[in-house]
C-alpha cells in the first residue's frame, strides 16, 4: 500500500505518520510538506528511519511537483492534513489560507483525478460548522449541521470540503472527509492554546486568555483522532463526511487552570486580554455516525492526556525551545502586542 500524507512535518500529521508506522509497518509512507513555519523536520527524525518513509519538501499548491510525485509514486491512499491551521494568522492574513488550503487542496484532488486513487481523505474541522450558543448544551454538531464558517480559517477548510465532495459528485473520485474537534498531544505547535499555556507557565510568564475566558472547545487526544482517520480511510463509506469528537468540553480557563495546577503554578499568571474577533463561542461534535458505523470510540481521558502532554513538553524542551526562542518570538509579540 503506497501512501501520501500531506503536512505530515505538522502537528496531526507527524503523531498519524507515527500511528501508521507502527500500526502499518509493511505500508510505503510519502510525506510532502512545505515545511512552513509550523512545520518541523526534526519533527519525523524517527519515522525518517525507516526504509518505506520518504519525505518530500514541497508545496502542495505546487501543480507540476505534485503531478510529477503522483506519477512516480503511484499512491493507493492520499490523506490531506496540509493546511495553513491558525485561526489568529487567518484574521491577519487570510490570502496565504486560501493559496493553500483552497488552491492546495485543488491541485491535490487534480492530481488524484489524474492517476486514480482508491481513496482521496481530506482531513478537516468541526470550525466549518461556526459556533453553538453556550447556554444550550443540548444542540452538537452532527455531518447535517449548515456550514456557517467565522474565521478566513474556518471558511477555506470548508471551501475545501465542498471542491472534495465535487470531485466525488463530478469525476466519482472516492473521496472522504472527516471533520474533528480540537486536538492536543506531543509536536503541538506552541502557537495553539494547550501547547502556548503549557510553555509560558514554565517560564512564568503571563497566560493570555481571550475575553472571560468562557469560549468552549470539546477536546480529543490526538491519537483518537489518527485511529478515527485509520478506520475512514480502511472502512469509511466513500462520498462520506464523519464527525469526529469526545464529548469533552470545556472552558478554556478550565483548561488553563488545569494546566497550572499540573505544573504547580499560580493562577495569578492568567491575564485576561482583548477578545479575539469573532471567537465561536463553543464547539461540541456529535460523534454518533463514526460509533454506530465504524465502532470508533476516544480512547484518552482529557485527565490522563493533558498529563501525557505535559510530561512530553517536560522531556521535549529542546523541541519547543527552539521554536518559542526562535522567529516564533517576534510573532508573539506582534501578535499580542495589540491585545
Ligand atoms: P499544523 O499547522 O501543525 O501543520 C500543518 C502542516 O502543513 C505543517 O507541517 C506545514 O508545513 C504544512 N503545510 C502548510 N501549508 C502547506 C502547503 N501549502 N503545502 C505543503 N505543506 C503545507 O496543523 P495541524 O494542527 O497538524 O492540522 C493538520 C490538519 O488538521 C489541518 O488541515 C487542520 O485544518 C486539521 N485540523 C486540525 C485540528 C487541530 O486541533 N489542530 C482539528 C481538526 C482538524
Ligand atoms: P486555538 O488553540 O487557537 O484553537 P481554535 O481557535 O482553532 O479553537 O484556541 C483554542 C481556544 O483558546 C479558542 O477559544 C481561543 C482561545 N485562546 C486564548 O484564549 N488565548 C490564546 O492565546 C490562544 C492562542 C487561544
Known amino acids: 500500500m503506497k501512501v501520501l500524507i500531506t503536512g505530515g512535518a505538522g502537528f496531526i500529521g507527524s503523531n498519524f505518520i507515527y500511528y501508521m508506522q507502527e500500526k502499518y509497518p509493511d505500508y510505503y509512507i510519502v510525506c510532502l510538506d512545505a515545511l512552513t513555519y509550523a512545520g518541523n523536520f526534526e519533527t519525523l527524525e524517527h519515522a525518517m528511519k525507516k526504509s518505506n518513509f520518504r519525505f518530500v519538501k514541497g508545496n502542495i499548491a505546487d501543480r507540476e511537483s505534485v503531478f510529477k510525485l503522483f506519477e512516480e509514486e503511484g499512491f493507493n491512499i492520499v490523506i490531506n492534513f496540509a493546511a495553513e491551521s491558525h485561526v489568529d494568522r487567518s484574521i491577519k492574513d487570510p490570502e496565504i489560507f486560501l493559496k493553500a488550503n483552497v488552491l492546495g487542496t485543488q491541485v491535490l484532488l487534480d492530481a488524484a483525478k489524474e492517476y486514480g486513487v482508491d481513496r482521496f481523505h481530506q482531513v478537516s474541522t468541526d470550525e466549518v460548522y461556526g459556533e453553538l450558543p453556550i447556554d444550550r448544551p443540548d444542540l452538537f454538531f452532527t455531518e447535517d449541521t449548515p456550514l456557517q464558517c467565522s474565521s478566513p480559517y474556518s471558511a477555506s477548510k470548508a471551501s475545501a470540503d465542498l471542491l472534495t465532495f465535487s470531485y466525488y459528485k463530478t469525476y466519482k473520485l472516492p473521496i472522504s472527509i472527516s471533520r474533528c474537534s480540537n486536538n492536543y498531544g506531543p509536536y503541538h505547535f506552541p502557537e495553539k492554546l494547550i501547547p502556548l499555556m503549557i510553555t509560558r507557565a514554565l517560564y512564568e510568564q503571563p497566560l493570555p486568555v481571550y475575553g472571560d475566558g468562557n469560549n468552549v472547545r470539546d477536546w480529543l487526544y490526538v491519537e483518537d483522532h489518527c485511529r478515527a482517520i485509520d478506520l475512514i480511510i480502511h ?9 469526529v469528537g469526545g464529548h469533552n468540553e470545556k472552558t478554556n480557563l478550565e483548561v488553563v487552570k488545569l494546566i497550572l495546577k499540573e ?35 476516544p480512547e484518552t481521558l482529557f485527565s490522563e492526556g493533558i498529563s501525557k502532554t505535559i510530561r512530553w513538553y517536560l522531556d521535549n524542551s529542546k523541541w519547543w525551545k527552539s521554536i518559542v526562542n526562535g522567529e516564533y518570538r517576534q510573532y508573539y509579540e506582534r501578535m499580542y502586542k495589540e491585545k
Do not use: C, M, T
Not at 472502512?235 to 464527525?243: A, H, I, L, Q
Open 235 to 243: 472502512k469509511g463509506r466513500v462520498g462520506e463526511v464523519y464527525n
Open 263 to 297: 505544573l504547580n503554578k499560580p493562577e495569578s499568571l492568567i491575564n485576561f486580554v482583548a477578545d479575539r474577533p469573532g471567537h465561536d463561542l463553543r464547539y461540541a461534535i456529535d460523534p454518533s455516525k463514526i460509533q454506530l458505523e465504524l465502532g470508533w470510540q
